[in-house]
């Protein structure tokens, strides 16, 4: 299996110090590709992770790295399945905001929420995790139709953000979307507009969102760049 092993952390170098050397091989050139793949074709991301897991399953890393994928490719079952376990193997509580999220994926909203009890108890979270947080409990107030308490939530979460420029964006874009749902198209407007400032990397369409909002057809646009061209149509 060819890759690049430089693309592998030094720290999961170390974790596979004690797996026999032609094991590691395979299972780093697993990792390369599910890395590579994640954010592409999460479904064969998660292929790799899980032969790289079945090679050697009591190494964290690989526990997260199928884990991770399985969350990507929507196999929230199994993701939850290998954050409890990373949980049991590592003592570390960051791993509940994600496993809270696989729970409401699952529909069962009231298990996330305990979840979150447990995270907010811990009180060991980075800014980042702490708005992932808020975003799965308010969106498991929503899955409840407690759409009041949601908003709530994000409204408060907004007035003193802090973490990434990803993170933020995200809960701009959720305290918008709440905002709308209330039917104030005004203030929902806004705080698209502050989320897409914020979205770099383009991963969230607030920039089609606030194009709804002022009445621009999308679809027509569309159609058009995709239609021929009027003067290089026969008479």
Known sequence: MDFDEKALPPSVKAELRGVPSDVAHIIEGHLVAAAELINTDPELANKHAQAARRRAARLPVLREAAADTAYAAGEFASALNDYRTLRRMTGNDNYLPVMADCERALGRPQAALRLIKEAEEAGDLS?????????????????????AEALRLLHSAVSGVHGSDEARARLYYAYAEALLRKGDTAAAREWFTSSDDLDASGLLDADERIARIDGVDLGDEDEQDDGEDPEDSDD
């Open 127 to 147: 800014s980042s995790q702490s708005v992932e947080l808020v975003l799965v409990k308010a969106g498991a107030r929503q899955d409840m139709g407690q759409d």
